[in-house]
């Protein structure tokens, strides 16, 4: 079941804090080592937010690998999983060029010692006429923003306005211009460095002997990498021939400067990558298949209507390995933080034949493929739908968030079923007169088959159905006084506030339906 077509809530007016609040106070997710004062960049799911992240890598798994798509041509994609290790050997992020060139430029505070990206600086400066160019920190919480505009307005005495402001990746200056840079938390301008780059790989040490440099490893920055170094195990190994693709979940680590915006830029992070392999004459039609047919599943989960964005790459933002594919195209959600723009949540390029040539050139291997029907021998290309687990977690959760002052809890999670964390609830009314032994029966009949379907006895009614249009839970399911008598419960559904009476015994046929499942 899908709520595509119902009209999202201006995302903008959604709270981040708020959200935040939600997220800790219901179990989705938290701050990782909380009680040491966090490690920034950081984030653990509760209960509720590994059920929901689980269940939302279930859905990607099933839609793409053990249940693939029809093609362009009619018949069913051919894509196998793979699981490979987050330590590789370094010599395959010097062959994907990850060593040499995986890095963000920054620039360093010497006031507060903080970093910060230079991409993520904002450059003002007067129309046509670069003179007194400031350089300032504007992002952050609305107070440090605020803060560093006071700043700014009182070394220029004037008010700046918005569309003063651009992004830019540290302008180059000319003999006689001079740039002021502002940083945040400090007190006077002029603060930041000059920017320099920083690789964005951790690097880890292997074994406990040794020197540092000789034993050196890096955590992988993307699963990507793990799938190309495999292609030629999993052709061998398999029956799977060109066209077919290779998916793959897990842990990605980029050591990113400004970790922000909650889990939306962290340190440690979950894809879900599939590396498709094409005829390069092919690549068009598999890049604007698999394209299109990620756009329709995220919208399938109930991103949709304003919040949603296929943005196709410019010709001169594409990076160096998608230069001469079929294109680049992000889909983008409208995150609260983002608003009124938006934020990548699934990248899809063409990645042309690049990594496989690189990995055959360092590794010193033959990886071209033998095309028996066409009876010929190439490398193929490659198209990478590349998402973000926990993106695609945060964006479920802000869509989600429905404020409702007429519900006592305030707000509830309008989560799509398929990936409700928590699919129903029984409550026994009272702990007495057989009640919470009917409850407890129909929950373990019920979660043998839906997942997880919570048990509550304690507290009032309208209390244990807060709770549940916190965590989002889509049905809700009462046993009381009748129940004893004429075998019915009442059945409460979380969007509209309705209760019907159904048949005790009707109870999995009806989550059945509503779920899909
Ligand atoms: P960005 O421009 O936001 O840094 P990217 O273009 O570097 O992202 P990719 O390398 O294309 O991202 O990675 C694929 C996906 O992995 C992204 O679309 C995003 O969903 C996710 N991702 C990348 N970096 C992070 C991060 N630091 N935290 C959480 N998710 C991330």
Redesign the pocket.
Known sequence: MSNAATASIDNAAKSMTDIMALCKRRGFIFQASEIYGGVNGFWDYGPQGAQLKKNLRDAWWNDCVTNPPIGPDGDEVSIVGLDSCIIQNPKVWEASGHVGGFSDPMVDCRETKNRYRADHLMCICEDGDREGLIFAYLEGDDDSIAQTRKKLDKYKKRIIEDDKLCTCAFLELSANERAITVGPDVKIPGTLTEPRDFNLMFPTILGATGDWEENKAYLRP?TAQGIFINYKNVLDSTRVKVPFGIAQTGKAF?N?VTPRNF????RE?E?MEIEFFCHPDESQKWYEFWRDLRMRWWESLGLAGDNLLLREHDKDELAHYAKTGAGTSDIEYRFPFTAPGFG????VADRSNYDLKQHAEHGNTKLEYFDQERNERYLPNVIEP???L??GVLALICEAFTPDPDRPSKVFMKFNPRIAPTKAAVFPLVKKDGMPEIGKKLQTQLRKRFGAVEFDAKQSIGKRYARMDEVGCPYCFTIDGDTLTDQTVTVRDRDTLSQERIALDQVEGFLAEKLGA
């Not at 990548?344 to 990248?347: A, D, R, T």
């Open positions: 993307e980029r990113e889990t939306f830029r962290s992070f894809q990548e949540l699934e990248g590349s998402a973000g926990d993106r």
